[in-house]
């Protein structure tokens, strides 16, 4: 079975630095991969999605994540962080038949 | 485009009764919907998968008769939580799927059950 691991439970960063956030997946072949954000209380919304090809994917709000095959990873990385990305991130895998595995998110708070 | 929306966003009910969310796709045909239900500071676990006309399909460990899922055109799902009780209390999230080609799923923004 699928899985995906966020070790971060919680992570601040000062507004401008730069923010990696962590994800680690199980599976046999290779998945599809996606880091979703949350809002409190709203839906998610969808950053960016690796399938195949260029493992360096770049996504929305200037988020980029690569796929490292070696690690079973997919890192989210953000050069320069601003206070409206605070927010819930999630990191998903879909192994097949749209059965979409999410991590347990991890908080983003960003201070001044 | 790709909108997804959920009524209500919220909603008390007593113990006992039943209360029903609708999830729509505005602007799309969505041939398969999800619904995952998520608790405080966790994650999302995928309840069911729902296609157009055809029973819903349950995760393991979902009770089919206490979440009445019907999906019955291409922009609306309904969830059914049946005989409500506090621990059905949740956030519960629908997505809606147009196209498995681009296995991109696009999410409502929840409901939030209280049930008292």
């Known amino acids: 079975a699928q899985s995906v691991t966020q070790p971060d439970i919680h992570i601040t960063v000062s507004e401008g630095a730069s923010l990696e956030l962590r994800c680690n997946y199980s599976?046999?072949?290779?998945?599809?991969l996606f880091w979703y954000v949350q809002s409190p209380g709203q839906g998610l919304q969808l950053l960016l999605k690796y399938f195949s090809g260029d493992t360096l994917v770049q996504g929305i709000k200037g988020f980029e994540a690569e796929f490292k095959r070696s690690q079973s990873s997919f890192n989210l990385r953000k050069p320069s962080v601003h206070w409206s990305d605070a927010a819930e991130y999630f990191c998903?895998?879909?192994?097949?038949?749209?059965?979409?595995?999410f991590g347990t998110g991890t908080k983003l708070q960003v201070i001044p | 485009g790709a909108v997804v929306s959920q009524h209500p966003s919220w909603v008390i009910c007593k113990s006992g009764t039943s209360v029903k969310i609708e999830c729509r796709s505005l602007d799309f045909q969505a041939t398969t919907m999800f619904w995952y239900r998520q608790f405080p500071k966790q994650s999302l676990m995928l309840m069911a998968t729902s296609n157009e006309g055809s029973k819903a399909t349950y995760e393991q460990g979902v009770e089919k008769d206490k979440f009445l899922i019907n999906h019955a055109s291409l922009t609306l799902s309904t969830l059914t939580v049946t005989s409500a009780h506090p621990e059905d209390s949740s956030f519960y999230i629908c997505?809606?799927?147009?196209?498995?080609?681009?296995?991109?799923?696009?999410f409502g923004p929840g409901t939030r059950l209280t049930v008292t």
């Open positions: 599976y046999g072949a290779t998945p599809y």
């Open positions: 997505s809606a799927s147009g196209s498995e080609e681009t296995y991109e799923q696009y």
């Open positions: 998903a895998v879909d192994g097949g038949y749209q059965k979409v595995t």
